[in-house]
């Protein structure tokens, strides 16, 4: 198979959509289409089952994904190697990274890896801890950074930084004056979340759980800007990890309250790779600077 019809086929499998991934490769949807036939002719297999909604990996086409991912993160290793030595001039670094690292700690990585290395490019995908773990697993992601992800035997934490929410209130809030509070206490204010499929939503679900409290939040959104444009606002409580908070922090906007409950003291700020897989040496490279700025943030 040739690297270009792997290339095609995973972005078919990816998106599940022969439209899409037209879109997305600027190819005509026919080409595409014939190439995938001609793969499944010389594998003597259907690798897709065609839907009315989309394009389904049929099991053997879930073997063959896995096969062809391997193929594409080898030719990305052996482009990497082959920049390496050209002194690291190029490169493409792909990064799923939930809301609330991207403001500081990504862009902030991102500008600092570029003084040194200005022909390395990257691709930043905001997303839930789910759909970052996801993009991790399915080889989308180079490089995932979570919040408190559920162990995945396909994915290799880098490290697991240790990273508590708190309670963020505006600065002129009854409760600011406050260093604790206990989250039974907190359920009697209005309060703003994140939906499922983020990583704070699990823990606040679990929390709620061992604690015995119902909550019912004033926000329930997928946008971590809403939660922290809530609590700037003096509308309520926004639970959020420190991280997701720098700016207005630092300003005075607005003020992290500790939770005192332990099953909220828990949490962390997960950087994560592929298990196994050989990294590009942009990739590696970035990681350590990554990491390091991770550390020091919190």
């Excluded at 309250?257 to 490279?285: E, H, K, Y």
């Amino acid at each position: 198979m040739s690297l270009v019809q792997i290339r095609y086929f995973l972005e078919v499998a990816h998106s599940g959509s022969i439209r899409e991934a037209s879109e997305r490769l600027n190819v005509a949807a026919s080409a595409l289409s014939r190439q995938i036939q001609n793969i499944e002719q010389e594998l003597g297999v259907q690798l897709f089952e065609r839907k009315a909604r989309g394009m389904l990996l049929t099991p053997a086409g879930e073997i063959y994904a896995r096969y062809a991912r391997g193929m594409s993160f080898e030719t990305e290793r052996v482009r990497s190697e082959i920049d390496e030595l050209r002194g690291l001039k190029r490169g493409l670094v792909k990064i799923h990274s939930v809301e609330g690292a991207i403001a500081d700690v990504m862009t902030e990585s991102i500008a600092r890896f570029r003084r040194t290395h200005p022909g390395v490019r990257f691709r930043l995908t905001a997303s839930g801890t789910d759909d970052v773990i996801m993009a991790v697993r399915e080889g989308v992601a180079d490089i995932g950074v979570s919040f408190n992800a559920q162990p995945d035997p396909a994915v290799h934490f880098v490290r697991r930084i240790k990273d508590p929410v708190v309670a963020i209130v505006q600065a002129g809030h009854e409760l600011a004056a406050r260093q604790e509070i206990s989250f039974l206490a907190l359920v009697r204010h209005p309060v703003a979340i994140p939906e499922t499929g983020f990583g704070i939503r699990r823990l606040l679900d679990d929390a709620c759980r061992h604690l015995g409290v119902s909550l019912a939040p004033a926000l329930e959104t997928n946008s971590i800007e809403a939660l922290r444009g809530f609590a700037r606002s003096g509308a309520g409580i926004a639970i959020l990890p420190p991280t997701s908070c720098r700016h207005e922090i630092k300003a005075g906007s607005v003020k992290p309250i500790r939770f005192v409950d332990a099953p909220l003291q828990s949490a962390t700020m997960d950087l994560s790779v592929l298990a196994g897989r050989s990294l590009p040496t942009a990739t590696s490279a970035f990681i350590s600077v990554l990491e390091n700025c991770l550390v020091t943030t919190n």
